[in-house]
């Protein structure tokens, strides 16, 4: 597991958390992984139109923040047919799964060798890698990744800019220096992951992301569910169960980016190392679990299902500023007591979650 992230300007790389729970964060990622139709379809038209070497060059498809894999079968599953009906059935295609040192590739691989929508059960000639280091950093050599994927993933920032003292998420914040700390390591994080793919994508090769966003007036969303957790995290500092300095070190270090924010590397000429935005469209993703909740009714079931998300999604940064962190004694039961608090809290009065999200596609101008 990662070390605790420490705040201020040499804090340590933060990461999409390891799970505490590795079978809930397993449900997590697959529910994720049934909003990615969008970006998707776009991963696919890419992989018909991006330049193919020529064999034995294999064909690279790099997947930027892999977490356990769950997230990355559907996508790459997607653009295997699309590549092969473009070129011989012997042609290997190499998947390079990248993540920070601390993920849990043992999951991930056993997450490719078992999963029943595994790609490598659909194409005998398609090999899985992985490299771990972080993405903000170049982590595959210049010019050779031909498709790229990144889903849930960039809005994670490298470090923890400074604590948030009146909520876990800065989008909630009223202190205007901790939103200025953010947005300005959230412009720089953006820049550099941008830049690195620049060098790493080969001419006329496309990256797809599906990231976090800010809708056109500004907002993050998931305001019920972030203010339970809040709610949540507070009872427990009222019960005794944490400390008042553990709950000051309790951040969510996300964000979401505007499409000017997006677009701000690429000022004021469309590009940046060699690459343009193809395509960059802010869009709300569906509640999938309010819409099952006008359906059934069911409100225990809604409060349950999102209380579940999170606690394989985030509880396990929170817990990092558990006193021994993660490996913490109390934080079984700072896990159960929060989920249980949070879906409480939301099967009390079912809201539907705004989910902004944007999809871009990032193209490297071909070589004259």
Known sequence: MPEKPSTGPESSVVVRPEPVDSAKYTVSSRLQAAGLRPAIELFEQAAGTVPLPQPPQPIVIADYGASTGHNSLAPISAALPVLRNRTRPEHSILVVHTDVPDNNFTVMFETLAADPDTYLRKDPATFASAVGRSFYSQIIPSNSVHLGWSSWAVQWLSKVPAPIPDHVHVAYSADEGVRTAYAKQAAHDWHEFVAFRGRELSPGGHLVVLTMALDDEGNFGYRPLLDALVDGVDELAADGLLTEDEVRRMC??????????????FAPSGRFE???IEHLEIFDAQDRFFAQYQVDHDADAFGALWAGFVRASVFPTLASALTAGRQDPRSTEFFDRLEA??????????EQMQMPFAKLVLTKLRRN
């Open 252 to 265: 969510l270090p996300t964000v979401g980016r505007s499409e000017s924010d997006f677009r701000a590397p």
């Open 274 to 276: 060699r690459l343009t």
């Open 341 to 350: 608090g949070i879906a409480e809290r939301l099967a009390a009065a079912p």
